[in-house]
């Protein structure tokens, strides 16, 4: 594995689902190429159905491409060496309701390895981070979705991973509970993590990411660095996927 591999390299990935006969039914996903670089805010951007979950899925191990390749950090998805340098925020995620944000954070530091004694600092660190020192001897069943989200976000945070991967992590949050998630996703990005999103929001693309790639019916229409988007970003979307896509939209760059 090289030293300099990107923490993410897509590679011309595809990915056909097959019915009960084995008969090809659907091409989720559809020759798909790019790369994440350490520090940068990559998203995968397009309508519900686009295939960015699949993606995700793929890049995490947890399926397996029909064809084209697949990098994390230079080794195979489903390797321990990409993935003990990994964390993953799923879209829904499933927090047991009588457990307390610390005892929810130690729980992953053990499934981490991590020993007793650097659990708990990672553990004061993480409720710090995420704004949840306060309630971090309060039931997670008490909380609202934000700050649900929150403790989520520091369980994938746990292992110290170089890489962040978060399926639509402000879908569905109130715009306190958005910023918040911006705020940390920022700053995560600032300190050298390299973190890739999906979305269906414009906004979060003009607020947090740095590069993109337009997906549409598997395929990517479009890719490259926000900053260089002219005109304004709902535009520019629906200039590649045509109205009724499902995007929200948002103002961007004059």
């Given at each position: 594995?090289?030293?300099?591999?990107?923490?993410?390299?897509?590679?011309?990935?595809?990915?056909?689902?097959?019915?009960?006969?084995?008969r090809?039914?659907?091409?989720?996903?559809?020759?798909?190429?790019?790369?994440?670089?350490?520090?940068?805010v990559f998203?995968?951007?397009?309508?519900?159905?686009?295939?960015?979950?699949?993606?995700?899925?793929?890049?995490?191990g947890?399926?397996?491409?029909?064809?084209?390749?697949?990098?994390?950090?230079g080794?195979?998805?489903?390797?321990i060496?990409?993935?003990?340098?990994?964390?993953?925020?799923?879209?829904?995620?499933?927090?047991?309701?009588?457990?307390?944000?610390?005892?929810?954070?130690?729980?992953?530091?053990?499934?981490?390895?991590?020993?007793?004694?650097?659990?708990?600092?990672?553990t004061?660190?993480?409720?710090?981070?995420?704004?949840?020192?306060?309630?971090?001897?309060?039931?997670?069943?008490t909380?609202?979705?934000?700050?649900?989200?929150?403790?989520?976000?520091?369980?994938a945070?746990?292992?110290?991973?170089d890489?962040l991967?978060?399926?639509?992590?402000?879908s569905?949050l109130?715009?306190?509970?958005?910023?918040?998630?911006?705020?940390?996703?920022?700053?995560?990005?600032?300190?050298?993590?390299?973190?890739?999103?999906?979305s269906?929001?414009?906004?979060?693309?003009?607020?947090?990411?740095?590069?993109?790639?337009?997906?549409?019916?598997?395929r990517?229409l479009?890719?490259?660095?926000?900053?260089d988007?002219?005109?304004?970003?709902?535009?520019?979307?629906?200039?590649?996927?045509?109205?009724?896509?499902?995007?929200?939209?948002?103002?961007?760059?004059?």
């Amino acid at each position: 594995m090289s030293v300099l591999a990107y923490p993410v390299e897509v590679s011309g990935a595809a990915k056909t689902f097959r019915d009960f006969w084995l008969r090809p039914s659907v091409k989720a996903v559809d020759g798909v190429s790019f790369t994440v670089k350490s520090g940068e805010v990559f998203g995968l951007l397009g309508p519900n159905g686009s295939g960015k979950s699949t993606t995700i899925k793929m890049i995490l191990g947890l399926l397996k491409p029909t064809a084209g390749d697949i990098r994390v950090f230079g080794a195979p998805p489903r390797s321990i060496e990409a993935r003990k340098r990994l964390g993953y925020l799923p879209e829904l995620s499933y927090l047991h309701p009588f457990l307390t944000p610390r005892e929810t954070l130690e729980y992953y530091a053990g499934l981490c390895g991590l020993p007793r004694r650097e659990a708990a600092r990672r553990t004061d660190e993480l409720l710090e981070m995420t704004g949840l020192s306060a309630v971090a001897s309060r039931a997670v069943g008490t909380f609202s979705k934000g700050m649900a989200r929150r403790v989520s976000l520091a369980s994938a945070l746990i292992g110290k991973p170089d890489l962040l991967i978060l399926d639509e992590p402000t879908s569905g949050l109130d715009p306190v509970s958005t910023a918040e998630v911006k705020r940390l996703v920022k700053m995560l990005s600032a300190n050298g993590m390299a973190i890739l999103m999906t979305s269906h929001l414009l906004s979060d693309a003009a607020d947090v990411m740095t590069g993109f790639a337009i997906l549409d019916k598997g395929r990517i229409l479009a890719a490259g660095a926000v900053k260089d988007l002219k005109g304004t970003l709902g535009e520019y979307f629906l200039s590649k996927v045509g109205e009724g896509a499902g995007f929200k939209i948002a103002p961007f760059l004059a």
